[in-house]
């Protein structure tokens, strides 16, 4: 019974944290359909639909095939945060540039 409750928990503070990601663009910036991705992922393209949505949470494993499959760090493919529009980010980092003397 004690397995149970803790699975209980665990399912709770999940949906209390959410899990988000780039996955979507990521996919798009590497013209890759949801099949593509799952195809190098060796997963059901509805497992990819359901991770783009927040849906499902995936493995360790599967975390790490897509920080390679991408080229790219966990932390920049997942965040407990919601991530800022990439163009607000370079916007950001541009402006920064800028006024730092830099050329853009």
């Given at each position: 019974?004690?397995?149970?409750?803790?699975?209980?928990?665990?399912?709770?503070?999940?949906?209390?944290?959410?899990?988000?990601?780039r996955i979507a663009v990521l996919?798009?910036?590497?013209?890759?359909?949801?099949?593509?991705?799952?195809?190098?992922?060796?997963?059901?393209?509805?497992?990819?639909?359901?991770?783009?949505?927040?849906?499902?949470?995936?493995?360790?494993?599967?975390?790490?095939?897509?920080?390679?499959?991408?080229?790219?760090?966990?932390?920049?493919?997942?965040?407990?945060?919601?991530?800022?529009?990439?163009?607000?980010?370079?916007?950001?980092?541009d402006r920064l540039s800028r006024?730092?003397?830099?050329?853009?």
């Open positions: 019974m004690r397995k149970n409750n803790d699975r209980t928990a665990a399912a709770e503070a999940s949906a209390e944290r959410p899990l988000y990601n996919r798009a910036e590497r013209g890759l359909s949801r099949q593509d991705l799952a195809n190098g992922l060796g997963v059901n393209y509805q497992t990819v639909g359901y991770i783009e949505r927040g849906e499902y949470n995936p493995s360790l494993e599967l975390t790490f095939r897509l920080s390679e499959l991408f080229g790219l760090p966990i932390e920049a493919i997942f965040s407990r945060q919601p991530f800022k529009p990439l163009s607000a980010e370079l916007y950001a980092r006024d730092e003397g830099g050329e853009v």
